[in-house]
């Protein structure tokens, strides 16, 4: 027996994200991912010497605001930084500015689909989304030897986004959806790269259950699960979780606010959460406003002028995909997933074919295959839009087939691979030299189709006696005797002819 | 001309003409400081090598034709709590003993730009958390008037050199009357600028809602043309105004007609001393026989200030300190056990006592349950200050007031009462909560010749309005020409 049917699992999510910035939130170092020269992207500020003072990177915040926008968040007049107050040898000011009671944005959403065989779409609130500096990273001896512990602050300093969403979330398939749109919407938005292995997004779930009994519903102490490092990772450790806290209530009936908020780690290997040793005690960040630096004050201009910058977000993207170019909503999703690039790719394909669906045909599986294979991304993917769109009018024009399209693509493939990409010329060139333009003209078809007629006469008499699918092999044999014929055309001219006898 | 007892102009003007050098300038105070400091304590760091080769540079600029910063050749101390790049910068704490700061405060880079020269590093409270210079953990400062009193503090070590002619110009920190009480106490000029109007990039921070550098001068002249280069936008701090510097040295002698001076009743309060209160109003009378009109003013909330400030203050100090854990940079304890242990004995015996108390009071008021109580109702207070001032700045120009309710007192005398420490503030605090400019200037002496100062406050930016009519009384009064006999040390 499962327990789902008695128990609902409720999640809510804490995501960070860095924000892709030129310099750090609070001086002019470089922000960038550098973990081989530790300690180099440094200044007086973010090591935070006596006496440096933060300024605020009016980009950073511009981006943080951009995200707030899409979230669909309030945004509010003014807003402030505070301090977070604790020690830990990553943290050189022994606080962290960070927004505490008036973070720049609150009260949004984000809509999510849950792919199956009935996708249904799901809204996830967003409690709010502040703006924070990230921490340096501690290096300690694994041998458990007591070796001395090493402090990069390299990443002390560079901007930070936090995002909590509302616990909306049920099943882990939500809260991977979840996570799926978000890294999609901020890599739209240029606002992240979301890349979890250099630690540009990193998430926590808050994880209980609400337990159907007699009474009514309980719910279970809240957890918090940390280190979730991939998105199969917040899956799997909300599954485990969901069993694991139903087998503890059973055995020991503790409610929520029966029991602290425990905070535990994910073991991937294992696949099992794990109690974290408990903090000395519980802990009291005394935040309260940095006096080194000024409130934020978000005049209606400024907020509009952001609003008006923002590009077409995912969702509305694959809408427009459906609607307007009559795509399936998988080929919409499969387009729209693979990043802003891709789905500019595929538009300038649109544009330079006419016909969308060849387009996303083409697109989600003839370049996804090559790219995938060449490991390669759609900013140096050797066929450019113009070339491929130029390939694909060719197709729909029929003046190739789909099947001598393929040739020509691999040979495009094979001749941009240098430093030279082939320009839209070569589509053509590539059809001459290989013989395969469709000679649809019937006058050129009509000697071998007067021969083929006259060689058959017993498969003609049963295409005119109804056996239709008997002029397959007719067809067949003209396509034999030409190079690059349509079928199409073909099948046209012999039943006309046959028709005529 | 002597050039310990000429005044700062006057040492420019030679140093421009060529009567001096800048190198013979710097020399007699260096061997004025070497002469006296043994006994006066003002110095915890003299870089006499570094000052002359600047001296010698700035003599060579001006041979060679160059055109001349505003403060060519002319020596300056600075408080110990200015980084200085690859000069001790102590904040007068063993937990920053051995810190060579990597880079110059803002105010240095401008004083190096102007020509001036850098004397070396004065004594201070720790992390300018005093009133007396007893806190600092390396020496006791006296007052050069009488060495059994102290000089004041936080910026004991600085009033202290320029009233014993160790230096013509000093800069000292102000958070709750850090410049001005110790101008009092050793009779000189201090001024503490509008909150804004000089950069605290590099000066470390005590309470950063509150701290204000300034300058320190025998007289008013000097301490204009000092605030001259010290003030200015400074993109590197964001609480700096961007707002243009007036030339307060051009427009020093300009008398101020129709001056309103206003006089507040809530400054003449219990347990100010009757010589104190005199001067004052010997002073009122000075400006009254100058044509100003003398008006009287209400500050109904400033009997809150004391609390107010001393919860703000540790507040933010506790905040502030909390880089100083040995882990990146500063004193780290030789034996601990365990990360939270490194923490704890490090700072345990880093910090001086006075420092801890404040740590205390400030993460107390800041923590979850008392926060509202305490730091959210002083920030109310602070607002309500702010509007007592606001509108006594309707009815008049400048506010004159005491600095002090005492003169300077003797070195021991109030270390084991803090509380009585902290009220020697009650006067000058109210100009750091209200963000307000103030300037401390020579106002007589006590029967027993201690100096007495007295205070102007004057609203948002008001500096150049301060120094004009802080040298109208000066013109009239002979109390910033007087110099303590310093005793040789035997």
């Known amino acids: 027996m499962t327990y789902t049917t008695i128990y609902s699992t409720v999640v809510g999510l804490e995501v960070h994200v860095q924000l892709l910035t030129r310099t750090k939130l609070f001086c002019g170092c470089v922000n960038r991912f550098n973990p081989t020269q530790p300690n180099v992207q440094t200044c007086p500020v973010c090591l935070g010497l006596p006496g440096s003072l933060p300024v605020m990177n009016r980009h950073a915040f511009e981006l943080a605001l951009k995200t707030g926008l899409a979230l669909n968040c309030k945004i509010p007049k003014l807003t402030k930084w505070d301090r977070k107050q604790y020690y830990y040898p990553d943290l050189p000011k022994g606080y962290q500015i960070s927004q505490y009671d008036l973070p720049f944005s609150s009260e949004g959403w984000l809509d999510i689909v849950i792919e199956g065989q009935a996708s249904r779409t799901r809204r996830i609130g967003i409690i709010r989304a502040h703006l924070e500096e990230d921490a340096g990273k501690n290096f300690h001896d694994e041998s458990g030897r007591g070796g001395e512990s090493l402090v990069d602050l390299n990443r002390a300093g560079t901007p930070l986004l936090e995002i909590v969403t509302k616990p909306d979330i049920n099943t882990p398939a939500e809260a991977h959806a979840f996570l799926d749109e978000l890294k999609l919407l901020l890599t739209y938005l240029e606002v992240s790269d979301c890349n979890m292995q250099e630690g540009s997004l990193r998430c926590d779930a808050n994880v209980n259950l609400h337990i159907a009994v007699n009474s009514g519903t309980v719910a279970t102490p809240i957890v918090e699960i940390k280190n979730l490092n991939s998105f199969r990772g917040v899956e799997q450790a909300i599954e485990y979780e969901s069993r694991r806290q139903f087998d503890v209530w059973k055995e020991t009936g503790k409610k929520l606010g029966e029991v602290s908020k425990e905070t535990r780690g994910w073991d991937a290997e294992r696949g099992v959460t794990f109690g974290q040793r408990g903090k000395e005690e519980a802990s009291d960040y005394r935040y309260f406003p940095d006096p080194d630096l000024v409130p934020v004050t978000i005049e209606d201009s400024w907020r509009e002028q952001i609003r008006a910058g923002l590009i077409e977000f995912p969702a509305a993207k694959r809408q427009r995909f459906e609607t307007a170019h009559h795509l399936s909503h998988y080929d919409a999703s499969v387009i729209v997933a693979q990043g802003r690039s891709f789905a500019d790719y595929f538009e300038r394909v649109v544009a330079a074919c006419g016909d969308a669906k060849q387009a996303a045909n083409w697109l989600t599986q003839d370049v996804l295959r090559e790219m995938k294979e060449r490991q390669l991304a759609i900013e140096t993917f050797p066929i450019s839009a113009d070339v491929l769109g130029a390939l694909l009018q060719r197709i729909v024009a029929r003046k190739v087939t789909v099947n001598s399209g393929r040739i020509v693509f691999a040979a495009l493939m094979e001749r941009s691979t240098g430093s030279q990409p082939a320009g839209v010329e070569a589509v053509d060139a590539i059809i001459g030299e290989k013989g395969l333009a469709i000679t649809s003209g019937a006058d050129e078809l009509a000697p071998i189709i007067d021969a083929v007629l006259a060689a058959n006469a017993k498969i003609v008499a049963d295409v005119k006696g109804g056996k239709q699918q008997a002029i397959g092999a007719l067809i067949g044999q003209v396509m034999k005797q030409t190079k690059g014929a349509d079928p199409q055309v073909v099948r046209e001219i012999l039943q006309n002819r046959i028709a005529a006898l | ?490």
């Not at chain 2, 704490?93 to 051995?98: N, Q, T």
Request: hydrophobic share 40%; net charge neutral; proline share 6%.
């Open chain 2, 1 to 490: 001309m002597s050039i310990l007892e000429a005044t700062a102009s006057q040492l420019l003007d030679a140093i421009a003409s060529g009567t001096s050098s800048a190198v013979e300038v710097t020399t007699a105070f260096l061997n004025q400081i070497e002469r006296h400091d043994s006994t006066i304590g003002a110095f915890l760091h003299v870089d006499r090598v570094g000052a002359l080769k600047q001296a010698a540079f700035v003599d060579e600029k001006r041979r060679t034709g160059k055109p001349l910063g505003k403060l060519a050749g002319l020596p300056i101390a600075i408080k110990d709590v200015v980084c200085t790049r690859e000069l001790p910068t102590t904040c007068g704490s063993r937990i920053l003993e051995k810190f060579l700061p990597p880079y110059d405060a803002e105010i240095i880079r401008r004083l190096r730009d102007a020509d001036a020269v850098i004397l070396g590093k004065t004594n201070m409270d720790e992390f300018a958390m005093g009133s007396s210079t007893e806190n600092s953990a390396f020496q006791v400062t006296r007052n050069p008037w009488d060495p059994s009193r102290t000089p004041g503090g936080s910026s004991g070590g600085s009033a202290a050199a320029v009233a014993a002619g160790m230096a013509p110009l000093a800069i000292g920190s102000d958070t709750g009357g850090s410049i001005r009480q110790p101008a009092a106490f050793c009779g000189v000029v201090g001024m503490k600028p509008t909150y804004g109007r000089v950069s605290r990039y590099g000066l470390v921070a005590f309470a950063s809602s509150l701290d204000q550098l300034g300058p320190f001068a025998s007289d008013v002249a000097g301490a204009a043309s000092l605030l001259e280069v010290m003030a200015g936008h400074d993109p590197r701090d964001s609480t700096s105004v961007d707002r243009p510097v007036p030339e307060y040295s051009r427009t020093l002698e300009q008398p101020l007609s129709g001056l309103r001076i206003g006089l507040a009743g809530e400054h003449f309060a219990e347990g100010l001393d009757p010589e104190v209160a005199s001067a004052v109003r010997a002073a009122a009378d000075v400006y009254r026989s100058l044509g100003a009109t003398i008006v009287d003013v209400t500050l109904p909330h400033s009997k809150y200030g004391v609390a107010a400030y001393y919860l703000i203050a540790p507040s933010e100090a506790a905040s502030n300190l909390a880089r100083y854990d040995g882990v990146h940079y500063g004193h780290r304890a030789a034996k601990f056990d365990g990360l939270i242990d490194m923490y704890a004995t490090s700072r345990g015996e880093g910090f001086g006592p006075e420092v801890k108390r404040r740590i205390m009071l400030g993460n107390y008021a800041l923590s979850a349950g008392y926060y509202d109580a305490y730091y959210l109702k002083a920030l109310k207070v602070r607002r309500l200050i702010r509007n007592d001032f606001d509108r006594a700045f309707e009815a008049c120009d400048v506010l004159l007031s005491p600095v002090t309710p005492t003169p300077a007192f003797k070195v021991g005398e109030l270390v084991d009462d803090p509380l009585a420490m902290y009220l020697s503030d009650i006067y000058t605090l109210g100009a750091n909560l209200a963000g307000l400019p103030g300037i401390s200037l020579p106002g007589g002496f006590s029967k027993s010749g201690l100096p007495i100062g007295i205070q102007l406050l004057g609203p948002p930016f008001a500096e150049e309005t301060l120094l004009r009519a802080a040298r109208m009384f000066e013109r009239e009064t002979p109390w910033h020409t007087k110099r303590p006999t310093l005793q040789v040390a035997s």
